[in-house]
């Protein structure tokens, strides 16, 4: 079945360290988009990627990376600049071939936690 | 610019009984809207989306929304709760020029047996 795979679920880290969240997908899509999620704050965009190669900054990019290199996958990294990264990071992807759709596929999140 | 409110952070119903979760959006262009669920710890799953056709969408596990320009709103309803609906329901407008969307706080629905 055609979906989006992130790894791990959960993740510890200790203060100081970067870490990387994995996101691939065999859905053939096109776009791919991280978030964050954080109680009673909704989903907040982190980085898109539209394109191989490709990717932009979304609304709280300062503290993460990113990298495009394959159109299946879509690597987050928490760096140790990020204030705040004890949250839920959603993975999600588009297929741009049919925009007028706009319907976000998501992954089922990786859980990190500061200690 | 384009923003999305749900205006009731918490829901709670009892099993059998109708659900309503409440959606005002605002936006510049026409827009599309959407509500997903999330379970918890889990990914969003799409419910429904309006993109511009039939004003009344219906959606999967009984849940309908309905698209109404004037107020700017995009109501979640389902005439009767199961114990399953419990889970967190978010409202999603699109409707700027680079299609991104724009998420609302999120609404938890509790349903009481």
């Known amino acids: 079945d055609g979906g989006i795979t992130q790894s791990p679920k959960y993740l510890f880290r200790k203060e100081g360290q970067n870490v990387t969240l994995s996101c691939e997908q065999n859905l053939n899509h096109d776009a791919m988009y991280w978030y964050r999620q954080d109680p009673g704050q909704g989903l907040r965009l982190i980085y898109y990627?539209?394109?191989?190669?490709?990717?932009q900054k979304g609304d709280i990019a300062e503290g993460y990376s990113v990298s495009r290199e394959k159109k299946e996958s879509f690597p987050l990294t928490v760096t140790s600049a990020q204030k705040n990264p004890t949250a839920f990071y959603l993975c999600a992807s588009k297929d741009r071939g049919h925009s007028g759709a706009n319907v976000l596929t998501f992954g089922a999140g990786s859980r990190l936690t500061v200690l | 610019a384009q923003s999305v409110t749900q205006l009731d952070s918490h829901v709670s119903v009892s099993e059998g009984t109708p659900v309503l979760l409440r959606c005002n959006y605002s936006?510049?262009?026409?827009?599309?809207l959407f509500w997903y669920v999330q379970h918890p710890n889990k990914g969003l799953q799409l419910l429904l989306k309006?993109?511009?056709?039939?004003?009344l969408v219906k959606g999967i596990n009984g849940f309908e929304a309905e698209f109404k320009k004037s107020e700017t709103s995009f109501h979640l309803t389902k005439p009767s709760a199961h114990m399953s609906d419990a889970a967190e329901y978010f409202c999603v407008v699109s409707g700027n020029a680079g299609n991104m969307l724009t998420f609302g706080g999120g609404t938890r629905l509790m349903v009481k047996p």
């Open positions: 936006s510049s262009y026409s827009p599309s």
């Open positions: 990627s539209q394109i191989v190669n490709d990717f």
């Open positions: 309006y993109t511009s056709a039939a004003t």
